[in-house]
């Protein structure tokens, strides 16, 4: 089981301010989503800021472990609790390991940037969020479960192209670590549900591939799915 429908429920969505995190954001609130938080590093525009529904938090540093606990904690007191978090944050740089005709490397701090905030920052929100979400009732819900928690990794994680190291690497450490992170969030039982996992945590490689893990408390078999 997992959530069939966001409607009535609240949200916590990162890079929230732009791209897929904004259209996300907007697709929640058209589906009626009772509240979304929203953060970003950047201002929001008009059409994110003028919703009621919607709680903006600009300048929002997701490798920040101070921004992204106050930003969970004004979720809770504004909403009084959390259904589903989305990961969109994320940024890419194109450069090669070496580069023969300019004779230049690879930046480190570049590389190291990339892997801090698509990776260290996905982490980070996903450790944050889960707190919130993990006291809720599933009996209090009509699919039985506690939450969800969406990262965003990419093709790239598989099929890296030229220029794509420091991107790749970060998507695939994405990708790599959400099925350990739904064992360890399996551990979080529920008395009224015997066998559906909690939360269902999810990687999404944006556009052309999916991947699933879930985990049940009565049996302790994972099973992972692609497409």
């Known amino acids: 089981?997992?959530?069939?429908?966001?409607?009535?429920?609240?949200?916590?969505?990162?890079?929230?301010?732009?791209?897929?995190?904004?259209?996300?954001?907007?697709?929640?609130?058209?589906?009626?989503?009772?509240?979304?938080?929203?953060?970003?590093?950047?201002?929001?525009?008009?059409?994110?800021?003028?919703?009621?529904?919607?709680?903006?938090?600009?300048?929002?540093?997701?490798?920040?472990?101070?921004?992204?606990?106050?930003?969970?904690?004004?979720?809770?007191?504004?909403?009084?609790?959390?259904?589903?978090?989305?990961?969109?944050?994320?940024?890419?740089?194109?450069?090669k390991t070496y580069n023969f005709n300019k004779n230049t490397m690879h930046a480190l701090d570049t590389f190291k940037q990339v892997l801090e905030i698509n990776a260290v920052g996905t982490f980070n929100v996903i450790r944050h969020a889960a707190g919130l979400i993990g006291k809720n009732d599933p009996a209090n819900d009509a699919n039985g479960v506690r939450g969800v928690i969406i990262n965003t990794a990419s093709v790239a994680a598989y099929d890296g192209q030229q220029g794509q190291a420091a991107y790749a690497a970060s998507k695939g450490a994405i990708a790599s670590m959400t099925l350990p992170i739904t064992r360890d969030l399996a551990n979080q039982k529920n008395s009224s549900d015997d066998h559906r996992p909690w939360p269902l945590c999810h990687s999404i490689a944006y556009v052309t591939t999916y991947q699933s893990t879930r985990i049940s408390d009565a049996s302790r078999s994972v099973s992972s799915s692609t497409g």
Request: aromatic residues 6%.
């Open 1 to 95: 089981m997992t959530i069939t429908s966001v409607k009535g429920l609240v949200g916590f969505v990162t890079g929230g301010a732009s791209g897929l995190g904004k259209a996300t954001v907007l697709r929640m609130l058209q589906q009626g989503a009772r509240g979304v938080v929203a953060v970003d590093r950047q201002d929001f525009g008009d059409d994110i800021k003028g919703n009621k529904n919607v709680m903006t938090l600009s300048k929002t540093d997701v490798t920040s472990e101070e921004d992204i606990a106050k930003a969970i904690k004004q979720c809770e007191s504004e909403y009084g609790r959390l259904d589903f978090a989305v990961n969109c944050a994320g940024v890419g740089v194109a450069f």
